[in-house]
């Protein structure tokens, strides 16, 4: 089946640096999202891509849709403590938009730890 | 607004029995999903329910069956509980069944002993 390579496993940062984390796959997505999961609560959408190419900015996030489908990273900027948490890639192959379903595979994990 | 409900938050079965999670969507959303996630890895999808009936099945045993109900909320049912089964069960909704855009509970947490 279908994998999500997600690196690093862990960060540890100091406030106000930058972060990038990446997620890349053995076989094409045509959509890519990024969550974040803070503990004992489900993921909040971050950044949702939808085509090859895109980069989409939300605040501080920066993520891009790799060109060739099988990719994407995440970046955030001048990290804070809030930003403390587990970050997720998930790919998306809809094959007849609309019409297939919107099954999600998630990648393992990015554990951001941001030192005050 | 009311986010997506799941109850209970919390519970321990033992090996063999039956349980059942509820889960409810966001009013409007039409689209149910189900993911299990075992601590320290990602989501993995279960199942999606779209206007009652199932649109897409994860790679898990008949042991774990759902459905979806007119007002659009929905069970997930695991029968002949495993060690392995215990998890954070995650429900999220959609709009619409391509709509990617899913809002997520906080989940069920499963401890089978």
């Known amino acids: 089946g279908q994998q999500l390579n997600q690196s690093p496993q862990s960060m540890f940062i100091q406030e106000g640096e930058d972060v990038s984390m990446n997620c890349t796959s053995s076989s094409i997505f045509n959509t890519w999202l990024w969550y974040k999961q803070d503990p004992g609560e489900g993921p909040v959408l971050l950044i949702a891509l939808y085509k090859a190419g895109e980069l989409t900015s939300n605040g501080r996030l920066t993520a891009q849709f790799g060109i060739t489908r099988k990719d994407s990273f995440l970046n955030i900027s001048a990290?804070?403590?809030?930003?403390?948490?587990?970050?997720?890639?998930?790919?998306?192959?809809?094959?007849?938009?609309?019409?297939?379903?919107?099954?999600?595979?998630?990648?393992?994990?990015?554990?951001?730890?941001?030192?005050? | 607004d009311a986010g997506v409900t799941q109850s209970p938050t919390h519970l321990i079965k033992t090996r063999g029995q039956q349980v059942t999670l509820r889960c409810s969507p966001i009013s409007g959303h039409k689209s149910v999903s189900w993911y299990q996630q075992v601590l320290g890895q990602g989501p993995q999808f279960i199942f999606q329910y779209y206007e009652k009936e199932e649109r897409g099945r994860g790679n898990f045993p008949d042991r774990f069956s759902a459905r979806q109900f007119p007002n659009y909320s929905s069970e997930l049912n695991v029968n002949a509980l495993?060690?392995?089964?215990?998890?954070?069960y995650l429900c999220a909704s959609s709009l619409d069944l391509g709509d990617y855009g899913y809002t997520f509970g906080s989940g069920t947490r499963l401890t089978v002993v």
């Open chain 2, 82 to 88: 495993l060690l392995g089964d215990s998890a954070l």
């Open chain 1, 79 to 116: 990290s804070i403590p809030s930003d403390v948490g587990i970050y997720f890639c998930a790919g998306g192959l809809n094959l007849l938009r609309g019409t297939s379903g919107s099954r999600l595979t998630f990648g393992e994990g990015t554990q951001l730890t941001v030192n005050p």
